[in-house]
């Protein structure tokens, strides 16, 4: 029951360092970032890395050394014009890795994204362009198609009890063969330019207004929240952050967000794809973190038999998780759809799902369940994109980003391990 008391304070615990599911003290408090200003926020941070919290640090480190060293081989990689290309290029399978956040985060596996994906794109593609449906009706067909397989996969791991692996591993096989089917004999379908899937990918927003103010929003936002959890958190009596560590935090996010906002406008402004990206981020960011349902999403990844036991229905939450999994593989599919503009039979490809397993791995996701949050796709994401985007700058072959990449999520399968040890030998896992 250990993990079912400390996932039931979530909602201040989580908020406390941004990060769902790990590191709780007894009692269901954080010993890390107690009073003592910067020098509180230093014992904090050692004190993590000693228990084993690792995350999202390996990930962040990874995008800088990426940079870096990409840079200093070829200008053109931190250009505004390939930085804005790389995050557009993180959206599709970005969308896809969050929504297995929600079945690794229960200590399952959904191997059929990348399929469903595709599926799900030739659904709306058949619709829209071959039938003529309008296209938010595709979209929304697609959506639904998306939901059902993930309902359909969820059903059989958790009411039947069939291992997640060999379900969705079918699901890989048989969505794939289902695209193929519903594609016909051209095997590829143009979607069409005026259309607003099509714009998913190529609309930036050119006022410089645009990205400054959501910079500016962004870091106030942040700082409110954090003051009023700190707040919070001070009046009931459990360990809060001090102002001065909340101003370093905002000072930090306030350099990222204005920077990012400058390198867009100095291109062609904020893209439309990376705005929907991030709404979804911070979307299902709060869901789990504030959420009665995103809670126990998290607690029964931490501790199943002990979840049931405290009377939750572990059972749906299953089945939501790859429902929620299925719906956004098929967000993905459409904006990979979008970035190309066309549908055909290399869509969902295995590739497709190995990045995306790979992008929340490399975030902090663990393959255990229970840690992890929406923020690690994000890093996982550029990580991998950033090795893409510099080997083709570089003129590497592509099956090299294969076995870079490979490498980098064995490192990071690696280093989760690790860190489950370490919090096992404190008594936190």
Sequence with gaps: MRRTEASGSTGGTRAADGRAGSGAAPGGQRRADTGGGLGGLARGFAARMRGGEFEPLPGAVAVA?????????????????????????????????????????????????????????????V??????????????????????????QGFFAARLGVPAFVVTLAGLLAWNGLMLYVLGVSGTINLPEEGFVNALTSYY?????????????SVAVFLLASYRDSRRRRAVGVVYRPFGVIAVRTAAVAVVAFGAAWI???????????????????????????????????????????????????????ISAFMVSGTLAAVGGLFLASRVAAVGQ????????????????????????????????????????????????????????????????????????????????????
């Design 205 to 217: 927003f050119r006022d410089v207004a645009v990205a400054y103010g959501l910079a500016a929003l």
């Design 346 to 429: 290399t869509s969902g490809s295995s590739i497709l799902l190995i990045n995306a397993i790979a992008a929340a791995v490399i975030g902090g996701v663990s393959l255990f369940g229970g840690r992890g949050t929406t923020w690690s796709v994000l890093l996982g994401m550029l990580v991998i994109q950033s090795i893409a985007s510099g080997m083709v700058l570089l003129g590497i072959p592509t099956p090299m980003q294969s076995v870079i990449t490979g490498g980098v999520l064995l490192a990071a399968v690696v280093l989760d391990s690790l860190s489950r040890r370490a919090q096992r030998a404190h008594g936190r896992a």
């Design 264 to 318: 867009l406008n100095r291109f062609q402004g904020l893209p439309l794809a990376l705005l929907v990206f991030l709404v979804f981020v911070v979307g299902l960011d709060f869901v789990l973190r504030r959420t009665y349902y995103g809670r126990r999403i998290v607690s029964v990844g931490g501790g199943g038999e002990a979840a049931r036991r405290a009377g939750i229905n572990v059972v749906w939450l299953r």
């Design 65 to 125: 050394l990426l940079w870096i060293v990409f840079q200093s081989l070829d200008q053109q990689f931190l250009s505004p014009r390939n930085l804005s290309n790389l995050s557009i290029d993180i959206v599709g399978t970005g969308m896809i890795a969050l929504g297995l956040v929600f079945v690794l985060l229960l200590g399952d596996v959904d191997l059929s994204v990348g399929s469903a994906s595709g599926l799900t794109a030739a659904v709306f593609a």
């Design 127 to 152: 619709l829209n362009v071959n039938k003529g449906m309008p296209e938010w009706a595709a979209v929304l067909a697609a959506l639904v198609v998306g939901a059902a397989i993930g309902a359909t």
